[in-house]
């Protein structure tokens, strides 16, 4: 008994220093880089504890098992969504709409294409895969998962110093939390997660993602 509660209290102690404290440092940090930068070699950390510590196959990463009914349910919440960001832009932010496709349309190109895959596949992959399977002692696949995914996960967009993002990545990541443990899917998580990115930033709250945005 008192050797799991040891290994539970480091669990929490690495839990608490990974998702809150690196996102904490950045945020004091202010001449950082850029917080996306740090995604790689958090990723190699991670993948380096999944195989060390668990039964991960790399297989899991492509998984889908989607169902129809999923697929039709989350298409409606996508298009309500879409509609929601457009209406808030529309109405409280009206020289911002379309404001990346306006005036730079190469780089929203260019956004739409590398932003699935090589930020929310891997901000999935850590939120998701990785928090479900290295915390599961601490954290049960029910709602304790849900809101311990959705917390870190906006807690890591405090480097982008505004409440906006933090309130729409806690509703975007219980969104994400709840798919995932549905589907036990990274690979549909992403997905979803790529194609509410590519809205955001083409609706006009992409600036609140993004230091220093080019327009």
């Given at each position: 008994?008192?050797?799991?509660?040891?290994?539970?209290?480091?669990?929490?102690?690495?839990?608490?220093?990974?998702?809150?404290?690196?996102?904490?440092?950045?945020?004091?940090?202010?001449?950082?880089?850029?917080?996306?930068?740090?995604?790689?070699?958090?990723?190699?950390?991670?993948?380096?504890?999944?195989?060390?510590?668990?039964?991960?196959?790399w297989s899991e990463l492509i998984r889908w098992g989607v169902s129809r009914k999923m697929l039709y349910t989350n298409a409606i919440l996508i298009v309500l969504a879409?509609?929601?960001?457009?209406?808030?832009?529309?109405?409280?932010?009206?020289?911002?709409?379309?404001?990346?496709?306006?005036?730079?349309?190469?780089?929203?190109?260019?956004?739409?294409?590398?932003?699935?895959?090589?930020?929310?596949?891997?901000?999935?992959?850590?939120?998701?895969?990785?928090?479900?399977?290295?915390?599961?002692?601490?954290?049960?696949?029910?709602?304790?998962?849900?809101?311990?995914?959705?917390?870190?996960?906006?807690?890591?967009?405090?480097?982008?110093?505004?409440?906006?993002?933090?309130?729409?990545?806690?509703?975007?990541?219980?969104?994400?939390?709840?798919?995932?443990?549905?589907?036990?899917?990274?690979?549909?998580?992403?997905?979803?997660?790529?194609?509410?990115?590519?809205?955001?930033?083409?609706?006009?709250?992409?600036?609140?993602?993004?230091?220093?945005?080019?327009?």
């Amino acid at each position: 008994m008192n050797f799991i509660f040891k290994g539970r209290m480091w669990l929490a102690i690495e839990f608490a220093l990974l998702f809150f404290g690196i996102p904490t440092w950045i945020f004091l940090d202010q001449d950082f880089i850029h917080p996306s930068i740090i995604i790689l070699p958090v990723l190699v950390f991670i993948f380096i504890l999944l195989r060390r510590n668990s039964d991960f196959k790399w297989s899991e990463l492509i998984r889908w098992g989607v169902s129809r009914k999923m697929l039709y349910t989350n298409a409606i919440l996508i298009v309500l969504a879409a509609l929601l960001m457009l209406g808030y832009v529309f109405f409280f932010e009206p020289e911002n709409l379309f404001n990346l496709p306006r005036t730079n349309i190469w780089l929203y190109l260019g956004l739409c294409l590398f932003y699935p895959v090589f930020s929310a596949f891997g901000q999935e992959i850590i939120y998701r895969t990785f928090l479900s399977r290295r915390y599961s002692v601490i954290l049960p696949r029910g709602w304790q998962f849900v809101l311990a995914s959705a917390l870190t996960f906006s807690f890591m967009h405090i480097v982008f110093y505004n409440p906006l993002a933090m309130i729409l990545t806690f509703t975007g990541g219980i969104y994400f939390a709840v798919n995932y443990r549905i589907t036990r899917s990274v690979l549909f998580t992403s997905i979803l997660h790529g194609i509410f990115g590519i809205m955001m930033f083409g609706a006009g709250l992409g600036q609140y993602f993004w230091l220093d945005m080019p327009l």
